[in-house]
């Protein structure tokens, strides 16, 4: 059964530093998200993506955040500078068609900002 | 109440028993998904259900769908200590929208 795949499966950085958290979605879907998760909270959208640009995004997702899908099958989040409430996990998911919005998620990346 | 709201928020049962969650959301959904998430870990992915179904199984798992309630139940038959974690609902914001709304989770734990 195909799946969303997510790499590094735990990523520890310091604070300041860029982060870049990569995705393989599905390999027919066209929607991509990421997501995250702050320990013990719940987990929180902060964009979508397609056709190359950003559908969507929350408030959470300022300008330290950036995404890209650099080639045919990568789906990136970049956080700019790291501060340490960054700290969380973060989830990529993907759908086929808007629509009908079924998200299949990765199985996240946890992030540690010292 | 926010979209995807599960209750109870936890829940403490012996092995052996059944597990019942129940999620209600606020607008209409063309699908609803339950997750699974252990302590500190992924979310693994446990079932999705469509609006038009009312009812879906997976193994030891029964989804239920009451579109009319918007409200969804899991049920967790013969609970083994592995199945301790949190259950989260899930469902679209939106019939036509991006985002994906999570509930704050049921977290089970299942004593031996």
């Known amino acids: 059964e195909p799946e969303v795949t997510q790499t590094p499966s735990h990523q520890v950085t310091q604070m300041g530093q860029e982060v870049i958290l990569r995705c393989v979605p599905i390999s027919n879907h066209l929607y991509f998200y990421w997501y995250r998760q702050i320990l013990g909270q719940k987990v929180e959208f902060l964009v979508s993506f397609y056709n190359n640009e950003i559908s969507e995004k929350s408030e959470i997702f300022d300008d330290q955040f950036s995404v890209e899908r650099p080639d045919g099958s990568n789906f990136t989040l970049k956080i700019r500078s790291t501060k340490l409430e960054d700290s969380a996990m973060y989830f990529c998911?993907?759908?086929?068609?808007?629509?009908?919005?079924?998200?299949?998620f990765g199985p996240g990346t946890r992030l540690t900002v010292l | 109440s926010q979209q995807g709201e599960e209750d109870p928020q936890a829940l403490s049962i012996q092995e052996g028993e059944n597990a019942t969650m129940n999620c209600s959301y606020k607008?209409?959904?063309?699908?609803l998904q339950w997750y699974r998430q252990n302590s500190g870990r992924g979310l693994v992915h446990l079932i999705l259900?469509?609006?038009?179904?009312r009812e879906k199984h997976s193994g030891r798992l029964r989804v239920t769908l009451d579109t009319s309630k918007k409200s969804s139940s899991l049920l967790i038959t013969a609970s083994r200590a592995a199945d301790t974690a949190s259950y989260f609902c899930?469902?679209?914001?939106?019939?036509?929208?991006?985002?994906?709304?999570f509930g704050a989770g049921t977290r089970l734990f299942v004593k031996a």
């Open positions: 607008t209409s959904i063309n699908n």
């Open positions: 998911a993907s759908s086929e068609v808007k629509g009908r919005n079924e998200q299949f």
């Open positions: 259900i469509r609006s038009n179904e």
């Open positions: 899930a469902a679209p914001e939106n019939t036509g929208g991006f985002k994906t709304i």
